[in-house]
């Protein structure tokens, strides 16, 4: 299974290998162009979601490993491993609330996965 996540200029693709490549998208010359600006091999085993934030700095992907790995796109480094599942992950999404006392946004992952729990972290 093949994984895509796609922003206003970016293209995310997680493969069965535990792959993830990122391209950038160009169309200033009324053709489409891929070019690859990252790659990473964090996952032990198959991405199954990926979600590039908003504003198109960081990367999300969860895998059949159990991992969520959250990547700077813009150092081309993964920044943070977060365990807490005991099965696959099968969903990623960024939840923005306002924070009640600071009056600033507070942003949230949450993930789902075949072990039946939702869990949110913090961004």
Same mark, same amino acid.
């Given at each position: ?5 796609? #922003? +206003?200029?970016?293209? +995310?693709?997680?493969? !069965? ?6 391209? @950038?998208?160009?169309?200033?010359? *009324?053709?489409?162009?891929?070019? @690859?600006?990252?790659? /990473? #091999? /964090?996952?032990? #085993?198959?991405? %199954? ?5 908003? *504003?198109?700095? @960081?990367?999300?992907?969860?895998? +059949? *490993? !159990? ?7 813009? %150092?081309? !480094? +993964? ?21 009640? @006392? $600071?009056?600033?946004?507070? $942003?949230?992952?949450? #993930?789902?996965?075949? *072990?039946? /729990? ?6």
């Amino acid at each position: 299974m093949t994984t895509i996540a796609v #922003s +206003a200029d970016l293209l +995310a693709v997680g493969y !069965t290998s535990g792959t993830v490549l990122v391209y @950038q998208l160009d169309d200033s010359d *009324d053709m489409l162009k891929f070019e @690859q600006v990252h790659q /990473f #091999s /964090f996952h032990k #085993s198959a991405v %199954n979601c990926l979600l590039i934030t908003d *504003d198109g700095t @960081q990367l999300v992907s969860g895998g +059949a *490993d !159990t991992y969520i790995i959250i990547y700077d796109l813009i %150092n081309s !480094t +993964a920044e943070y491993k977060l365990i807490g599942h005991s099965g696959a992950i099968t969903h990623l999404q960024v939840v923005v609330t306002p924070h009640p @006392q $600071r009056h600033t946004v507070q $942003r949230s992952l949450l #993930s789902a996965s075949v *072990d039946g /729990f939702i869990k949110v972290w913090d961004l």
